[in-house]
């Protein structure tokens, strides 16, 4: 990674509802607003998705644009930044990136893709712990090797195109809606703590969420800190059942 957490300024009042930088602007809305222009665009299509296609050169090219912006900032960066660190020349870059605008939607909907697919792996576990203990295991390897995907989420959110801040919201609300199943069955099961509905369970998983985030770009070490296991399975003892977690 190209940069330093420790100088690297970390804003609280931004809502991150992953490890891999799933970001809202409030966590609790959930209201329809009016649909307005920006609603009606149309989808923002990435070239990996048109084409298919995402080659070991192009995952290196987004992995070295995020290094960048993380670095530098996104609106610091450039296309021939970003094809100097990767030993090609600019013309070259393009087969790979369409621009530096879409390399920053791709570091965006990756991220937060892989967030929403490491909570569909946990919902296949048997136990409302198992599913939680699987989640931020796998935010926390995510976050060790991606950190700048979600520096560059948080940070630079605000110059993704409208098409694609829309994905972003798509992607959010389907998350959000992912998780609220998951702990609406734990409920089923009699696993969910009876002071709590499956609305509370999420609120609760995307604050620990945002804040293990928030200590690992201050600097904490999640690879060699126990710290993250211990506030994982303190969340645990509030959200399921004592007789439910099979300790």
């Known amino acids: 990674m190209l940069i330093d957490r420790q100088a690297w300024h970390f804003d609280p009042g931004s809502r991150i509802l992953g490890g891999m930088g799933l970001v809202s602007n409030s966590i609790g809305s959930e209201k329809k607003s009016a649909i307005s222009p920006v609603d009606e665009l149309p989808p923002y299509v990435s070239r990996r998705e048109l084409t298919g296609k995402h080659t070991a050169r192009r995952k290196q090219a987004i992995d070295t644009a995020a290094a960048i912006f993380a670095r530098l900032g996104y609106q610091g960066a450039s296309t021939r930044a970003i094809a100097e660190a990767l ?4 013309a070259s870059l393009y087969f790979h990136i369409a621009s530096k605008e879409d390399a920053l939607a791709e570091i965006c909907l990756l991220g937060m893709q892989r967030s929403l697919d490491y909570l569909e792996e946990a919902r296949r576990k048997t136990t409302l712990d198992e599913q939680i203990r699987h989640f931020f295991a796998c935010q926390r390897d995510d976050l060790i090797h ?7 989420s948080i940070r630079d959110r605000d110059h993704l195109s409208d098409p694609a801040k829309n994905r972003i919201r798509d ?14 069955l734990a409920e089923a099961r009699g696993e969910l703590h009876p002071a709590l509905t499956p609305r509370h ?11 293990i985030s928030e200590m690992y770009l201050s600097g904490v070490d999640l690879a060699s800190n126990d710290i993250m296991d211990r506030w994982v399975e303190t969340l645990i003892r509030g959200v399921v059942p004592e007789k439910s977690t099979g300790v």
């Open 87 to 90: 030993g090609i020349k600019v």
């Open 146 to 152: 991606h950190a700048d995907y979600v520096i560059v």
């Open 171 to 184: 992607l959010t609300a389907r998350f959000r809606i992912t998780m609220d199943e998951m702990f609406v």
């Open 201 to 211: 369970g999420r609120f609760i998983m995307i604050g620990t969420l945002r804040g």
